[in-house]
């Protein structure tokens, strides 16, 4: 009986020793080398034709992704990416490149693990985001603020509404979150400005 | 009943960590402070020859920006500016920057706001003026407005999608105000005396257009400028990008163990007692 109850103890504390250990933070991100390929010009207002985006560089957090399609949702809210490694493109916003501001969200993760902007907020003023299209050519951006805000007081005017110059958003979770509600209750915003 | 001082203590200790926590949560939830307006410059003047357009921040001698040899009916893109004072100054084009302008304007750039600097009028009369542009469209819907720069007709009439009037008998150098319109693809005819344009504007919802009416080499040209664009459709609230994979989570729970800690030590120390309480072996 002393040997079972030793013996207890000592699982017990190995135990509590083993889930205690804090989480650990992951790697810090590679950073990718710039894409290359030709660089569009800035279109002039009037033929702000400009080819669909195909894919998302972001060298500074290690972002390489293909870039899907979203729409709304039945009740009017953006459509998210059915993966969490792929970032996509809102349809309804100007393409990236022409005039106005293009928008793109991907997750911060998925139920297990880091997604493909799982990085974005450690983004700072000046970073280089890369988007190509359909064509080959690249659009380059400029990160020129990163915001968090809670979703209940979202800028939609700012993230949605018309720039006169080609803008680019990019959205993903932050904040806290609500495992009730099974979501995140922030909201990260990176504007950036083509260059 | 007064609480024993240890728990009034212990309360105070836990409770001011906590409100240190919720404070600058609450502030980085404030509304994006933008510090950069546009501008753009344009030469909207039929009979003045080319000209070099000089941007100067307020008071620096060194331009910002220079457009050369800007001819009539260009309009360059919006330029990013840190919003303050500016000024545009006109040379003729390839006049030294050292010279004394033709002509002068100064601006304030707010935070957020667009400005078309243009020179307008005739040669003779020719001014700068300083446009206000809106950015911002009511739901759904497409702004419009026209600049009249056509000295063959000095007054033009706009219409649209058949008889809707966009703006009537506007004068050469005069801005009409801004329309909302549905989102559509509209015919848009410009009338002057006896002379008639017509031209194809795609109105999508949340975009900003200018029309200039200019002279052309044979008559009316509409030159459609497309001044902002925004999302047509707009997502109502935030995204749900993230399903808390990687979420801070409290860690678990000690109690579990605590307890079988206490369970097993307890039976430890009940099997030492057993074992004292038995008859020692005989030798």
């Known amino acids: 009986m002393l040997a079972a109850g030793a013996v207890a103890v000592a699982a017990s504390a190995a135990g509590l020793a083993l889930t205690r250990h804090p989480v650990t933070a992951l790697s810090a991100a590679a950073v990718l080398p710039a894409p290359t390929g030709p660089i569009a010009a800035v279109p002039r207002p009037e033929t702000a034709r400009v080819p669909r985006p195909v894919a998302l560089t972001i060298p500074a957090i290690g972002v390489q992704t293909a870039l899907v399609d979203l729409g709304l949702t039945s009740t009017g809210a953006l459509q998210v990416p059915p993966s969490t490694s792929v970032a996509g493109w809102y349809t309804g916003s100007p393409r990236p490149g022409a005039i106005g501001s293009a928008v793109i969200a991907g997750h911060i993760d998925s139920r297990v693990g880091p997604g493909v902007f799982f990085r974005l907020s450690r983004l700072r003023p000046g970073d280089r985001v890369y988007v190509r299209r359909a064509d080959g050519t690249l659009a380059v951006f400029r990160v020129t603020s990163v915001r968090m805000y809670a979703k209940d007081e979202f800028p939609t005017r700012a993230v949605y509404g018309p720039a006169p110059d080609a803008e680019l958003r990019l959205i993903t979770c932050g904040g806290v979150f609500d495992s009730g509600l099974g979501s995140y209750l922030s909201n990260t915003v990176v504007y950036a400005t083509e260059i | ?283």
């Open chain 2, 1 to 283: 009943m007064k609480l024993p001082r240890f728990i009034r203590r212990a309360i105070a200790l836990a409770v001011v960590p906590l409100l240190l926590f919720c404070v600058p949560a609450v502030a980085s939830a404030s509304v994006a402070g933008t510090s950069t307006g546009w501008v753009r410059l344009a030469h909207l003047s039929p009979n003045t020859p080319a000209v070099d357009v000089y941007l100067y921040s307020f008071g620096d001698t060194s331009a910002q920006l220079v457009l050369h040899h800007v001819g009539y009916g260009a309009v360059s893109p919006y330029e990013p500016l840190a919003a303050g004072e500016y000024t545009v100054a006109m040379r003729a084009a390839g006049a030294p920057a050292a010279s004394t302008p033709v002509l002068s304007a100064s601006l304030t750039v707010a935070p957020g706001h667009a400005y078309t600097v243009a020179g307008t009028g005739p040669e003779s009369g020719l001014r700068l003026q300083v446009l206000d542009d809106q950015l911002t469209t009511p739901p759904g819907k497409a702004l419009v407005r026209v600049i009249q720069a056509s000295l063959r007709q000095h007054v033009v009439t706009v219409t649209y999608s058949g008889d809707a009037v966009l703006v009537s008998h506007l004068a050469f150098g005069s801005v009409s105000p801004y329309h909302a319109e549905s989102a559509m693809t509209a015919t848009v005819s410009v009338t002057g005396g006896s002379e008639h344009v017509t031209a194809s504007v795609a109105l999508g919802a949340g975009t900003v257009h200018t029309l200039v009416v200019l002279d052309g080499a044979k008559g009316l040209v509409v030159d459609n400028l497309l001044d902002a664009a925004g999302s047509g459709a707009v997502p109502v609230g935030g995204a749900s990008t993230g399903f808390g994979g990687t979420a801070p989570h409290a860690p678990p729970s000690p109690l579990p163990w605590l307890l079988a800690i206490g369970a097993g030590a307890l039976l430890a120390i009940a099997g030492g007692a057993r074992l004292r309480g038995l008859p020692r072996p005989r030798s």
